[in-house]
């Protein structure tokens, strides 16, 4: 059995989380999801706007996932060898940083690889973040 494994924060889920789920599955019998807990969004300087318990439920429901797990840390290479994954999934805004070529030489020596698939242009839970507060602030100045 192949067992694929990808992570992310999920919040406001839309078309970009989507299509990584579905190229994923595509690839692996089994995919496992780690979704972030909140206090490591807040860790790496964010806030999520929906709350862990209600992100992990959206992960678990969609078709294309297996089994969704809490990400507790930013260590994916444990979590793939844990997990028994052969494949971390991960969108390929990260390909060829230097971060990512050493995260490639770590992960091979395990045995596991890093597959790449297309960010979604135009689309990101940050944007949607910004978006939404933009309308938030024009909706105030109105009740002005």
Known sequence: MIIGYTTGVYD????????????????????IVGVTVDELVAYKGK??????EDRIELVRSCKYVDAAVPQYDMDKLAACKK????????????????????????????????????YTKGVSSTKITEALNAVREHNLEDVK
């Open 83 to 118: 997990l028994g994954a052969q494949f971390l999934f991960v969108g390929d805004d990260w390909y060829g940083t230097e971060k990512w070529k050493k995260y490639e030489e770590d992960f091979a020596k395990e045995g596991i690889k890093i597959v790449y698939f297309p």
């Open 12 to 31: 406001l889920f839309h078309i970009g989380h989507l299509n990584l789920l579905k190229n994923a599955k595509g690839m692996c019998d089994k995919l």
């Open 47 to 52: 806030q999520a706007m929906i709350p862990f």
